[in-house]
Structures are given as C-alpha cells and as structure tokens.
C-alpha cells in the first residue's frame, strides 16, 4: 500500500514599500506591488492549477486528495485583491477531499522568539481557517518547515492538532525513509510526517531542468516512482510550494499536463491512493521516534536556518523586531500590533541573505529588492517608525489600555 | 606563441595621481608575473627614477616587463585632476635610462604636446620589436595609431574613461575626435566595464563586436594583512570618507548635499574630503554656503601612510561619481575593511555585489543609506565582511589572461 499525501504551500508576505529614514507616515507596504503579484500569480497559478485541482476531485470521485496551508496574510490579500481566488479555494473546501493545515497566521519565525506570540498567531489562523473553510486544523506545519524536538512539545502543550510536517532531511533520518509515520521523543500522541524531498523536489525543482537525466517527467514516470515505494513504506508525502504549478514552473513547462495526469497513472496500481496528512496520521502507527534536536527547514541545500538568520543583519533585524512585542502590546493599539505581526513574516528576513552566489535564484524570486543590504535598511527604518509609536503620549492610559491576547 | 607587447601607459610609482595609473601598474605587473613580454613606455618629465633600486624591482617583481621613458610633460589626466604635489621628485633613485635632451619643455597646448609624444614614441619604437600595440587612454592613441601604421603591428587600445565621463555632455571636441579615431583604427577596444562600453558602442559607434570588457583588478600583495577593523575614534564621531580627485566626474557636490542631509538627522558624524581636483575651491565654498563647514573636512591629496590612516577612521566610504567608468577606490577601501556605498553610474556597480548602490543624483537615497550604516553595526559588519570577501577575488592576474585572449584574437593565432 502506498498512498500519496499531497500537501501544498500558499503565501505571500506584504512587502514593504520603499521606506527611507525621513519618512514618518505609517504606510509601511506596498499596496499597488503586492497587489500586482497577488493577482500575476492568481492568473497564473491560483486560479488555472485550482480549477484543475476541482476536475481532477470531480473526475475521481473522491478518491483524489489534497491538503493546502494557506497563511492568514495571504487569505487577507485575496480577499483584498482577489476574492476570485478565495472563493474557488472554497469551493474545493466544500468537496470535502480538500483538508487545510493550521500554521502561523503570518508566516512566521515566532517559534524561535515568543512562545506566547506562536500560540497566538496560530490561533488566529485557525479561526480564520474555520471561518473560511469550515474546517478546524488537525494538522500543523510550520513556517519554511522549521522544526525541532521542541516545537513538537510546544505544539502538544498548545494542543488540538494530531501530526506536524517536517522535512525529511537526511541528516535526521539517517538510514530511515521518509515514508512512514513517526513521532517526536517526549511527546504522546503526536506524530511526524516527512517530506519525501527527492520526489518533492523532482516536481518543484527539477521538473523543467533539462540538463537532469529524467527530463522530461511524465506522470506515468512520476507514478513508476511511487509504485516502487510500496513495500518499503506507507506513504509518500510530496510537499510542494503551490506556486510551483504556472509559476516556477511556467504552463509551457508542461507542469499542468503532468498534473492533470498524475491522479490516473497513481490510481492504476489498485495497491495506491491519495490521502491527506490527517488521514495519513490516522491510518498509520508511527514506527519510530526521530531524534530532531537541532533546527531543521526545508529551504536551500543546507536545510538549515541560514537563509533567515545566517548573517548579522538577518539576526540583528529579527531580534529587534522580537523586543519590541512588549511595548507594542502595551500600547493596545491594534493597528499597530497587526503592521509589528506582518513585520514578523519570514520573507523579510528572506530578502536579507546574502547566500547569493549558490542558491541565488530562488532568492529572487518576487523579491522587490536590489540588494539584502538595501532590504535590511528598508527594514530597520519601518521598524524605527514602529517603536515611535510604541511610546503612548498619555503614559497614563498604558496600563488601563491593556489588550489582552488570545490564548 | 609569446606576444610582445608594446605598451603605451601611464604613471609607475611612487606617484600614482589615480585609477588609470594604478590600473596600468597593476595590470602590466600582472601581465610580467604571468610572463608575457611588455615594453613600457612611459611619459616622464626627466628621466626615469625607480625609488630603491629600480634594476632590483624590475628585475625580480617583473621580469618579463622592461620600462622605457618617453620625454614628456603629458601627465595622466591632464592639468585637470593632478595635486601640484605628484610632480616628479624623486630623490636617491637611479636613472634607470639615458634621458634624451634634457626635460621636455611643456608644449604651450595640450594638442601640441600629444603630437611630440607620438613623434617620441614613434622614434623610440624604432629600436622595439613586437607584435602589438596596447594603448591606454586617448593621449596616447595618436602615437598608437602613427605606430600601427608605420609598423603594420595591429593596435589594442584601451579605455579607462571617456571625454563623456571626464566631462559630462560638454566635451571638447579635439579629444572626442582622437578617442573616436583611436577606437576605430583599432583592432579591438578593451574597456573596463560594460558600463563603458555602452559609451563606447552608443556615442563613438564601434561595432560592439569589436569591443571587449577586461575589469580591473586590485593588488594583492600591498594588502597582504588585513588593517584591524577598529576605526580610530575621531572624537567619537563616525566617519564618512570621500576619498578620490576633486572633479566633476566624481560628483563631490552630490556627497555634500547627502551630507547636509544626514547632518539634519545624525550630529555625531564627520565627513573628510581627502583629495585635490579642479572643484577643490568650489567644493570648500559649497561646503560653508551649505552651513556644514564645520562638519566637512578636507585633507588635500593623500599618500602612502596618510591614506591608511584616513580609511582607519572611516566607517563607510563613499564614491557618488557622476559616471565612474570602473572605480578601483571602491575595492581599496575594502581592502583597508572600510564598506562601501557606490554610485550605480560605474563599472564597479555592474561587477560587484557587496555594496550599497546609489543613483549619485538621488541625494535623499544616499543620506538614508549613510544613515543606516552608522546606526546600524550589522550592517557595517555584514559588507565589511562580505565585500573584502568579494574584492579579493578582482585579481589583475584575471584582467591579464583575458588581455591576453584579446591580444590572441586580434594575432589571430591560438
């Protein structure tokens, strides 16, 4: 048995607009670019691979699956720019083989920073995802997957979800394979689901790379590959970035074929299915436990956390964004409070790595900046505005304006 | 096959006024290492002086390159950007070759003065064999293209400015009409970014297949050990350094503008001028009409150990130039750990990444980058760190294989 667990990422952070040191005005994003990429990528991402996914359920009749997480910041932009999208994400949701992940509501590092700011912003998505979708997250994955044996123990004290994804890096797995289920040391009913990253990535990735020997992929090829797991594993978990369907890979790749065909060619071996993470993680018993003590992510080749916080700039930026949280929740300002969060998305700090000259490409991508030194300045100096309005010009009122902050 | 070179160049130490001597320093030194024939010949009023033993340093630096002087009072630049004080003299150093007749005298014009050099050079050559002609700049492509035509040795020139650079749109016609005829009677054309060779193929009309871009390097050895990082505190206030000729070209007016701006903001800052030009007047003036005076330091031109310990006090160095055909300062003050915001109208923008870039014109810009780089010590540390990283790898032993290449191509031998 074999079953194929689909899970795709969609996000866009609200990038910043141009912000120099002699501004003073609290608009601090750039409304008409992040409009621009919000709708370029609806139309050729969102909307077609959507559409496709609807035929692919209807013409399946049930038996193909997927999963998506969206990030709360994201959700507020299709909304803004484009409902269109939102509604047709809600139209899968109500074929009821569409399941939606929980994760920080603004795409963010806060694990790393302020336990009390993760739980928040994960509850915040969560209601946004009820509110949407009618459904209640069972599953968390966190940002860029980063993942240690502590956020595992984190999460199961937060409660309410049965499984987190990871990435099944090599180096944690060891001689183990990606496709079973496992469970973090230290906590009891959780369970671990990991990437299969060569398949992953053969879609992400590779798929129009014509230098790479399986060039070009089909899906019949695709559905060899994942016959050979059964036997050697329950469940292969492809965990993909949405905008890998018209968007790293453009339509005239061929990459909405091969999708359109990849359900069939997986269903022909009556031994496969589709399942979604939280089906995954009830039908099957974890069958070890994966030591993570130290942080892994899905990005780059280091699967590590050097593209957010790898140089000074990225580390000095995230922490002063972090010791702000006091005095901004002080403030009980919630404007505020909602531009210090969409500061925390991890893209910005993307933006900052200077990794350039070996994964470069995947950097750029929609990156409104020239440089990571010109991000970082663009960065300190909103963020220099924002701790100017930390300080209440009626120190008074501080206590008494307390907001308190969601569980 | 072993090319000779015959080379037209300019400025060997110890006096080296800017880019274009030390760009032709370094890259014949290079080309000496790497063991290609080179015959130099250099415009010097008097005779040629080496400081030490000049037999000594020619013959164990660079083997390969024997250094001939040309009578001449032609100095790299013209009169516009050289301090008084990089006249030639030398004390104690040998004569390294017989000097002809005595000093040149200086020619009433500039015209008169490029035409005796060519006939010098062309008399000089007579007792040369080689298989091609490197000229360096548009002084030196008359007596370039006289001697390719007499001796049937195809001509290289190359491009380390333009009239347009030099002198915005307002250029003198005479030396736009020798730079054009130069860079058309040539083989090929070398510049030393693409930056200059749009210039190049846009307002001089070369074929572009004809034109070849050879970035510049930095020296190595004279930077063997890194300067400590520890800015000497001037009165515990940061530094901004302006370090470079006082012209038009290097856009000095634009550095004070952002200053003023940057003063509105941070008042524990300096910033230093260090270097000599034909705006030097102009740019005290606009300096004290500007009401920062007391803020702008200006140190006239620099050398040797004056120059370490200027960029030992800066924090951030700055290069607004108006058009910067390549920018060797940049990769310097790297060198000497001091990080870089550079004008986007230079070669060294296009070829390099660990840098602020500025338009030179965008003073807002350029105050709100100067700013965060004295605020925010990540960010110093982040291009220090990453931009020596980076120029170190311009090696003039690079610049000397792709010369090299072009030099093949025109032979047309492999």
Redesign the interface.
């Known amino acids: 048995m074999a079953s194929v667990c689909f899970y795709f990422q969609v996000h866009q952070p609200y990038r910043l607009r141009h912000y120099t040191i002699f501004d003073s005005d609290t608009n601090y994003f750039d409304e008409y670019k992040n409009a621009q990429v919000c709708r370029k990528v609806a139309g050729k991402c969102y909307l077609p691979t959507n559409r496709l996914m609807l035929d692919l359920i209807r013409q399946h009749e049930g038996r193909f699956k997927i999963a998506y997480s969206i990030t709360g910041v994201i959700l507020e932009q299709f909304q803004e720019y484009a409902p269109e999208v939102l509604a047709s994400f809600q139209e899968l949701a109500q074929t009821g083989c569409v399941e939606f992940l929980g994760e920080t509501y603004y795409h963010s590092l806060s694990f790393l920073f302020s336990p009390k700011e993760f739980a928040a912003q994960i509850d915040a998505h969560k209601r946004v995802v009820q509110d949407l979708f009618g459904q209640t997250p069972r599953i968390f994955r966190n940002t860029e997957l980063v993942y240690n044996n502590a956020l595992a123990e984190t999460l199961e004290r937060i409660g309410g979800f049965d499984a987190i994804l990871a990435e099944g890096a090599d180096h944690i797995l060891g001689w183990r394979s990606p496709n079973f289920v496992y469970r973090p040391p230290n906590t009891r009913r959780l369970k671990l689901l990991l990437k299969n990253y060569r398949l992953s990535d053969d879609i992400a990735f590779r798929f129009s790379n014509r230098g790479w020997r399986e060039w070009p992929l089909r899906a019949e090829k695709f559905g060899q590959w994942v016959n050979a797991v059964n036997g050697n594993g329950y469940t292969v978990n492809l965990f993909v970035d949405y905008e890998t369907f018209g968007e790293h890979q453009w339509e005239d790749t061929g990459i909405f074929e091969f999708l359109r065909h990849l359900p069939a060619e997986i269903l022909k071996n009556p031994d496969n299915n589709f399942k979604t993470p939280s089906e995954v993680a009830d039908a099957y018993e974890a069958v070890d436990v994966v030591d993570v003590p130290h942080l892994v992510s899905w990005a780059d080749t280091e699967r590590d956390l050097s593209a957010w916080l790898g140089n000074p700039m990225q580390s000095n930026a995230i922490h002063e964004l972090y010791n702000l949280e006091g005095m901004v929740k002080a403030t009980g300002d919630p404007d505020l409070l909602a531009h210090w969060r969409k500061l925390q998305t991890s893209d910005h700090f993307y933006y900052m790595c200077t990794k350039w000259f070996a994964d470069g490409d995947v950097h750029k991508y929609f990156n409104p900046y020239d440089s990571p030194y010109d991000s970082y300045i663009n960065f300190m100096n909103v963020l220099d505005n924002l701790r100017s309005r930390c300080t209440p010009t009626v120190p008074s009122l501080r206590s008494s304006t307390l907001v308190p902050m969601p569980a | 096959m072993k090319i000779r070179t015959l080379m037209l160049g300019w400025e060997f130490p110890p006096y080296i006024s800017g880019g274009l001597g030390t760009a032709c320093y370094g890259l014949t030194k290079a080309m000496g290492r790497m063991g290609m024939e080179v015959t130099f010949l250099l415009p010097r009023m008097g005779p040629v002086r080496m400081a030490g033993n000049p037999e000594m340093t020619l013959e164990s630096g660079f083997p390969h390159v024997r250094l001939r002087a040309v009578p001449s009072s032609l100095i790299a630049y013209g009169r516009r950007g050289n301090p008084p004080s990089a006249q030639p003299a030398t004390t104690g150093a040998a004569v390294l070759e017989e000097e002809p007749g005595g000093p040149a005298p200086y020619g009433p014009n500039i015209c008169e003065e490029v035409q005796r050099y060519a006939l010098r050079v062309m008399k000089i050559a007579e007792s040369e064999e080689f298989d091609v002609i490197h000229a360096h700049d548009w002084m030196t492509f008359p007596a370039g293209i006289a001697l390719s035509a007499r001796s049937g040795k195809p001509l290289v020139v190359q491009v380390h400015s333009t009239e347009f650079d030099r002198s915005g749109e307002h250029v003198n016609q005479y030396v736009y009409d020798i730079e054009r005829h130069g860079m058309h009677a040539a083989a090929r054309v070398i510049t030393v970014s693409n930056y200059t060779r749009n210039i190049v193929v846009s307002r001089y009309s070369v074929p572009p297949e004809k034109v070849e871009v050879v970035y510049n390097g930095i020296d190595f050895n004279d930077f063997g050990q890194a300067v400590p990082p520890q800015a000497a505190q001037v009165g515990g206030d940061k530094v901004v350094l302006f370090l470079g000729r006082i012209t038009m070209q290097k856009g000095p007016e634009y550095f004070l503008y952002a200053a003023k ?1 940057v003063l509105e ?1 941070e008042k524990n800052v300096k910033f230093v001028m260090a270097g000599d030009g034909d705006r030097l007047y102009g740019t005290i003036d606009l300096a004290a009409w500007l009401g920062i005076g007391h803020k702008v330091f200006f140190t006239r031109f620099l050398r040797g150990a004056e120059v370490d310990r200027v960029y030992r006090m800066a924090d951030l160095y700055v290069m607004p130039s108006v058009s910067e055909p390549f920018g060797i300062a940049p990769l310097e003050a790297l060198q000497h750990n001091v990080p870089v915001l550079v004008s986007k109208s230079s070669g060294i923008a296009e070829a390099f ?2 840098a ?2 500025v338009d030179f014109w965008d003073i ?2 350029m ?3 100067i ?2 780089v004295l ?5 110093q ?3 220090r760190t ?1 931009g020596r990283k980076e120029a170190l790898r311009f090696r003039w032993e690079d610049s000397a294989a792709r010369v090299n290449e072009v030099y093949h191509k025109v032979l047309n031998v492999a």
């Open positions: 701006k903001r990444r660990n602020l870039k807002d810009e105050a709100n980058k700013i965060a605020r925010h010590p990540p960010l540390e982040t291009l990453n």
